[in-house]
Each structure stands twice: as C-alpha cells, then as structure tokens.
C-alpha cells in the first residue's frame, strides 16, 4: 500500500526536528506534527553539551554565529547553599529552547518537510505496514513514525505505555518550572542548586539572559499550599544562593513555564513499530542536564536504521531491533548513572556527597562524563 509520506513525526523537539532535518537533507518526505506554534518556550534546562555542536552545525543551524555561552564549569550547592566547584571535561554552550526549535523549524520547512503546527495527534494506527497518523484537522499516511513527543503525552496514555502504569511514587511525579531571567552568573558557569527534594539549576543563555528551570516533587508543590511562589520563598529559598536569586534575579516571564508528573521510569525504545526518541524513550536524570544532546543523537540512531528499511537493506523488524540494541547500548548506562546520582540530590546525603566528589577529581570527572556522550 502507498503511503502520504515515508516518514511521519510526532513532535516538534529536538529530536523530531533534527531527525525530520536529517530524512529531508537525504531526499525522503517528511511529516511532521508539533501542538504548539513556534517559536515558543519550553521547560529545559538549556545547556548543550558539546557532543552535538557539529550535528547541529550539520544540520544548518549556525551556532558559530549565534555568539552563545560557552560553559566550562560547574558549581553544585547543599540544601544551604554550600558551593563545590568542578571542571567540566568536554563542556557545552546554552541557548534557549525558544530560538534553537524556531530555527531548526524554520530549516526542516526551507527543505521541504510538511510541518503542522498547533495540530496535536489523536492516534497513529498500522495497516498492512502503513501508518495512519490522524488529528483533529487532517489524516495522513507513512511509512515510518517516529515519536517524538517529549516526556508525556496523551498517546503515551492512549496506548497505556508501561511507564504510565505505575502509581505515583517520587519516580514518576515530578513537577518542572521554567524562568527566563536577567542575572549576573557567570557565563562560563553552570548551578545545580539542591533544596529540599529538589534541585535548581542556572546557566546562561543568548542575549545576556539566563535560564532558571528547578525540577522536585509534587509533594513539595502541595506542602506549599499549590503555590509556586510559596514553595520558592519557603523552600527553595532555605539554599542561600537560591534565596539571592530569587530576592535580585529580573524575571522576564509574568509566570513561570510548568510541567508536572515527569516519570523517570524506564520507558520502551520501540511500541506498536512505532521508534521514540528523545524524553519519549527515556529521560536522563540531570547531574548537570543534557537531556537535549540525548534526545538529537537519539534522532540521528533512529534515522540510521530508518534509511536502511527505507532503502530495503533490512527488514522493519530488523529496524526496531537494532534501533533498541544501539540505543540501550548509548543511553543506558548514562540513565542509571544519572538515576544513582539523584538520589543524592535534595536530601541528607548531598552535602557528604558533594565532599567526596570534591575530595576526587577522578571520581567527579568520571560521574560528569558517565551523564555525557561523545561528539556524533
């Protein structure tokens, strides 16, 4: 059966909009479907490492001429606010979600690939090796689909995925919040800020602005009466760095960007033929946030394997198989080294954690290159 499209993206990430970059630079037809509208702000941390400077840089985005942050060192604070200062090995750049995603946007649509903006997806079905990827607005049809879809979505509901299963526990109910802000930190720094169950990280971004993004749990939230500003002023403000940020910062959002019950929990690779990318198939828990470099090389393996059943070298199940293998084989161990490391954050035990990364230079220089990768 003929299908709309060879292949058919859902979301607009990352990792979506890299892979989509990547098909239509190679001659194939893309969908693909983002629910918002660009350009448009998302809960990130914003700090890239620079694993994926040259993939970016391939995929036409010139970063060189963005000018950004360049980020070499690392500073992580106890519940107080008792700063550990460390070296990070490859280093990274920050830029904001709101220009990097516009601009690969604006570059996957100059190459042709169809993208549908404020369309969110009610359901992708497979027929006779077709997929049917259907909205409110329109149906199309592909070959492939890849989900891209961030860290959870109503299709991870509409098809009950594993990681959807589970009760809320601390694992799978964590609330993220977002500010864009005007402070002096330095440039070259990166802040991991820990609180009570918790933890808030700084980094500078484009245009002499800094990013603000605190990720804990929603029982924090409730003991705060539901109040965002309460639980900063009673809780993340009990960390004095926190409590100076928060007192001196220029906030330039009128609220902050929010999303609650983050799971950490493994997720699958592969569902129903359908391959997930970026946070959709795993999120890495963030020693000091790279996230965003997994999501783009998850996008790059997954078209690897894409243009080879594609092109009729492999069987789609072949596709799916080796798609997992390199995946677990990349990201697993960096997911439980970052899991193992979390739960020294926003507790008792982070400030004798801290003295013993310190005390180390090996042993902190191993944990911050275990959470990255190499250049691809």
């Known amino acids: 059966m003929a299908a709309d499209y060879d292949i058919g993206i859902v979301g607009g990430g990352l990792g979506g909009l890299t892979l989509a970059i990547q098909a239509a630079q190679q001659g194939y037809s893309v969908v693909l479907f983002e629910k918002e509208q ?12 620079n694993e994926s400077w040259n993939f970016l840089e391939r995929c036409g985005i010139p970063l060189d001429e963005w000018k950004l942050p360049k980020i070499n060192k690392l500073t992580i604070s106890t519940s107080s606010g008792k700063p550990f200062n460390f070296q990070l090995p490859l280093g990274g750049f920050g830029v904001s979600r709101y220009k990097l995603d516009n601009s690969l946007y604006q570059k996957a649509v100059r190459l042709g690939v169809v993208v549908y903006t404020a369309t969110k997806v ?40 594993d990681f959807i299963q589970h009760k809320p ?64 002023q009673n809780i993340l403000s009990k960390n004095k760095q926190l409590a100076a940020i928060f007192a001196d910062a220029h906030f330039l959002y009128e609220q902050p960007i929010t999303i609650s019950q983050i799971s950490f929990h493994k997720k699958e690779q592969v569902n129903n033929h359908i391959l997930f990318t970026g946070d959709a198939a795993g999120i890495i828990p963030p020693l000091c946030g790279n996230g965003m470099s997994m999501a783009m090389q998850s996008g790059c393996m997954a078209f690897t394997q894409i243009e080879l059943y594609l092109n009729k070298q492999i069987s789609r199940q072949q596709m799916e198989l080796n798609y997992q293998k390199n995946w677990q ?25 801290l003295q013993i990364m310190s005390k180390s230079a090996y042993l902190s220089k191993k944990l911050i290159q275990y959470t990255h990768g190499e250049p691809f």
């Open 38 to 49: 660009y350009p448009f702000h998302k809960v990130c941390g914003e700090y890239i490492s």
């Open 169 to 232: 526990t601390k694992m799978n109910n964590y609330l993220g919040v977002k500010y864009h802000i005007e402070y002096p930190h330095p440039v070259d720094n990166i802040s991991l800020h820990n609180f009570a169950n918790g933890y808030c990280g700084i980094s500078a971004i484009e245009n002499n602005k800094c990013c603000l993004c605190y990720l804990t749990t929603a029982e924090n939230l409730i003991a705060a009466g539901n109040s965002i500003t309460a639980m900063e």
């Open 122 to 161: 009610d359901d992708v079905k497979e027929i006779d090796e077709v997929f049917h990827i259907s909205s409110d607005t329109t149906k199309v049809s592909a070959l492939v689909v890849v989900g891209a879809f961030g860290k959870k979505a109503n299709l991870d509901v509409k098809w009950g995925r």
């Open 329 to 353: 084989k990349q990201f697993a161990f960096r997911i439980a080294t970052g899991r193992w490391v979390q739960q020294f954050f926003g507790g008792a035990s982070t400030g004798a954690f």
